[in-house]
């Protein structure tokens, strides 16, 4: 008998937050509690849809969201499963004290990986990446055109260039961290959102790092990448108090829980 996910036990979806976040976030539960061991289907779309009341465009992106994580797997013509677990990993041993200073501390661990995968990128990619980097760059800007955050495609279009740096631990790293880069890629964004010439720098700088690997300069598109982050940690830090008290809070908030959460479970390798 296969294992089925009892839909009923997941709470129901609340009003002011994205649904598609909140059902990612509900079957991620779902997975992490045993509810379904790898390898297990998830529902099918309609299932989901008909117990939520959502889209089926909902039910995608948080099943997209999922495969992001590293949590779900999909099989052709088959559906949706819970993938295999990853070797463990050790624990990241974070408990940022503040909510700004959380996603500050994250953005200065994606400077160093980003710099580098930036400047990889440019040395070792092919005409297929350069596309692929480029096509991940307009979605970005399409899902924002569109009135979304652009979040899952700005992460997107950083794993198209650590893909493109043909370096797999670099790319399983990124992988891995893709849980708590989501969330701060969210905060930072959520901030650009209130000032137009704020979206506008982070436009200019994801051009130039595209233009430095199409180029194959690796040492500009190191400073490329280097200078996006340092550019969202100063845009966070220039954040009025008003973003907190209100959307940046609570999505840095999040982001603080998660990390804690995750320290809490893992073993400290820090000592």
């Known amino acids: 008998m296969p294992h089925q996910l009892p839909l009923e036990q997941l709470p129901p979806l609340r009003t002011g937050l994205r649904l598609s976040e909140q059902l990612a976030d509900a079957l991620a539960a779902g997975i992490r509690e045993g509810q379904l061991p790898p390898g297990a289907r998830l529902p099918t779309e309609s299932a989901l849809v008909a117990r939520f009341g959502v889209s089926r465009a909902v039910v995608r992106e948080a099943l997209s969201r999922l495969k992001t994580l590293g949590l779900v797997a999909s099989r052709q013509g088959a559906g949706a499963f819970v993938a295999q677990p990853a070797a463990p990993a050790p ?7 503040g909510s700004m200073a ?3 501390q994250m953005v200065e661990v994606r400077r160093a990986l980003e710099a580098e995968s930036a400047a990889l990128a440019a040395a070792r990619r092919s005409a297929g990446d350069l596309r ?4 991940a760059l307009a979605a970005v800007d399409r ?3 569109r009135g979304g955050d ?3 495609a700005d992460v997107a279009f950083h794993a198209a260039i650590a893909h493109a740096a043909g370096n797999p631990y670099l790319l399983a790293t990124l992988g891995y961290l893709n849980r708590f880069l989501l969330d701060a890629t969210r905060v930072t964004r959520a901030n650009e959102a209130t000032r ?9 700088e ?3 790092i595209v233009a430095a690997i199409d180029a194959g300069d690796a040492l500009a598109a190191r400073l490329a990448g280097a200078r996006h ?3 969202a940690a100063e845009r966070i830090g220039r954040a009025d108090a008003g973003f907190w008290r209100r959307r940046g809070q609570a999505l840095a908030e999040h982001l603080r829980q998660e990390l804690a959460a995750h320290a809490a479970q893992g073993v400290d390798h820090t000592g």
Do not use: F, Y
């Not at 624990?91 to 004290?97: R, V």
């Not at 692929?132 to 096509?135: G, H, L, T, V």
């Open 91 to 97: 624990s990241l041993a974070l408990a940022p004290d």
């Open 102 to 104: 959380a996603v500050i």
């Open 132 to 135: 692929r980097i480029r096509a």
């Open 143 to 145: 899902d924002v055109a």
């Open 150 to 152: 652009g979040v899952e």
């Open 196 to 204: 137009a010439e704020l979206g506008q720098q982070v436009r200019d």
């Open 206 to 208: 994801h051009a130039a």
């Open 229 to 231: 982050m340092v550019g």
